[in-house]
C-alpha cells in the first residue's frame, strides 16, 4: 500500500516537472518532436532510477558514517556524471540498439536536474505519504520513488510534446511562437494536474 | 572601462538575457520566484556563483587537460555552490530555507557551466569576472521581475509590503502561474526587443 501510495503521489500529485520544476531546461528543449520525447523519457526513468540507487548506498555508507554529508552535493554530481558515461559505454556493448534510441539524450542528462534534485531530496527531505507519518525513505522506498518520479517526468513531457505538435499547425500570433505559447500551455497542463491534489 | 570591456558587461542585461533571450536555468526561474524577494535572492546566490567559477576556470583554464574539462568545470562550480549553502545556512537560514533544494541545484544550472564553457575557458580573468557580474544581473532582473509580477498578481503586495487586502489570484503562486507568468513577459520582452 505504501509503496503504491508513493507511485500514485509521484506521478500525479507532486510531477516532478509540472509542481516541482525540476528538469524545465530539456523539458521545454526536446519537446518538439513525439519521437525525441519518447527517447529522452526512456533515458531519464534509466538514469534517474539507477543515480538514485547509487548515491543513497553512497550518502548512507560513506558520507554518513564518516561525518561527510556537505560533501554530498559535490560527490552527487560526480556520481550521475560518471554513471551517465558508464551507463553510455555499456550500453553501446550490450544493446546497440538500445543505445542508439538513447544515445543522444544520455550525455544531456548530466545537466538535467530532476536527476541530482531527486537524489539529494530522497536523502534529505520527509516524506509524507497519504495518513502517515512524515519519515525518510528506506532504500526500497526511495528507489521506488524515483523510478515514480521519473516516470512521472516522461508522462508529462510525452503529453506535452504531443501538445506542441499540434500547436506547431496552428495560427500562433507571431510574438507569441515559439517557447512563450509552449509555456503558457505549459501552464495550463499544470493546472490540470493541480486536479490531482488531494488525490493521496 | 573601455567599450569592449563595457559590451561584455552589459550584453547580459539584454542582448543575451540568460532567461528570456537564451533561455536558461528555467528550473529556478520558474520554481522559486514566488515572490519579488526570494526572486532576487535566487538571483543574488546565482551570481555569487557564477562570478566565482568564471574567475577560476578563466584561470585554470590553460592547464586542463581537453578530455576531463567538464568534470573539472563541474567541480569548481560544485565548491563554490557548497561555500554558498554554508554562509547562507550561516547567515540567512530563513531563505536557504525557502529556496531549499534550488540552492544545491545550481550546480547543474546550465547558465553556470554554459558561461564557463562558452565564455570563461577562452577569456582573461577580467573580462570572465565582467561576464559573469553581467550574466548574472541579467538573471537576477528577470527573476526579480518576473517574482514581482507573480506577488502582485498572487498575493498583492510588492517585496511583502500588501496593497490589497485579503488573498491575491492565488493560481500564481503556484506552478500553473510561473508558466504562465513566465510566457507573457517573454511576449512583452521579444516586443520590446524588436523595437529596439
Request: proline share 4%; charged share 10%.
Amino acid at each position: 500500500m505504501e509503496y503504491f501510495l508513493i507511485i500514485i503521489s509521484a506521478i500525479f500529485v507532486n510531477n516532478v516537472m509540472l509542481a516541482q520544476f525540476l528538469g524545465t531546461c530539456p523539458f521545454l528543449g526536446v519537446s518538439n518532436k513525439l519521437s525525441t520525447a519518447t527517447g529522452m523519457s526512456g533515458a531519464v526513468v534509466f538514469v534517474i532510477t539507477l543515480a538514485t540507487l547509487v548515491t543513497y548506498l553512497i550518502n548512507k555508507y560513506l558520507l554518513v558514517p564518516f561525518g561527510l554529508t556537505f560533501l554530498q552535493t559535490i560527490a552527487f554530481i560526480l556520481v550521475i556524471a560518471t554513471l551517465v558515461q558508464m551507463v553510455e559505454i555499456v550500453l553501446k556493448k550490450i544493446s546497440p540498439s538500445l543505445y542508439q534510441a538513447l544515445g543522444i539524450f544520455l550525455p544531456l542528462i548530466t545537466t538535467n536536474c530532476a536527476v541530482l534534485g531527486v537524489a539529494l531530496s530522497v536523502v534529505t527531505k520527509e516524506f509524507t505519504f497519504g495518513g502517515g507519518a512524515a519519515h525518510m525513505l528506506n532504500l526500497g522506498e526511495s528507489v521506488v520513488y524515483a523510478f515514480a518520479t521519473a516516470i512521472g517526468y516522461g508522462m508529462a513531457l510525452i503529453i506535452f510534446a504531443g501538445l506542441r505538435e499540434h500547436l506547431e499547425l496552428n495560427d500562433v500570433p507571431k510574438q507569441f511562437k515559439g517557447v512563450p505559447i509552449a509555456l503558457i500551455t505549459c501552464g495550463i497542463l499544470a493546472m490540470a494536474f493541480m486536479g490531482f491534489s488531494g488525490l493521496v | 572601462m573601455s567599450k569592449r570591456k563595457l559590451d561584455i558587461f552589459t550584453k547580459g542585461f539584454f542582448k543575451e538575457n540568460p532567461t528570456f533571450v537564451l533561455l536558461l536555468g528555467m528550473c529556478p526561474t520558474l520554481a522559486t520566484t514566488t515572490s519579488a524577494i526570494n526572486g532576487l535572492s535566487m538571483g543574488l546566490a546565482t551570481l555569487f556563483v557564477l562570478v566565482l567559477s568564471n574567475i577560476v576556470i578563466s584561470a585554470i583554464a590553460p592547464v586542463v587537460p581537453d578530455k576531463v574539462h567538464i568534470p573539472v568545470y563541474i567541480v569548481v562550480i560544485a565548491t563554490f555552490v557548497t561555500i554558498l549553502q554554508f554562509a547562507m545556512q550561516a547567515y540567512t537560514p530563513d531563505m536557504y530555507k525557502t529556496l531549499g533544494l534550488f540552492i544545491p541545484l545550481i550546480v547543474v544550472n546550465c547558465i553556470v557551466l554554459g558561461r564557463a564553457e562558452a565564455f570563461a575557458s577562452k577569456n582573461g580573468i577580467v573580462d570572465s569576472a565582467l561576464d559573469g557580474l553581467g550574466i548574472g544581473f541579467g538573471f537576477t532582473m528577470a527573476l526579480t521581475v518576473l517574482g514581482m509580477v507573480r506577488e502582485i498578481l498572487g498575493s498583492g503586495s510588492v517585496f511583502g509590503w500588501k496593497f490589497i487586502s485579503g488573498d491575491g489570484l492565488l493560481v500564481f503562486i503556484m506552478a500553473p502561474g510561473a508558466f504562465i507568468a513566465l510566457g507573457y513577459l517573454m511576449v512583452l520582452f521579444n516586443k520590446i526587443a524588436k523595437k529596439n
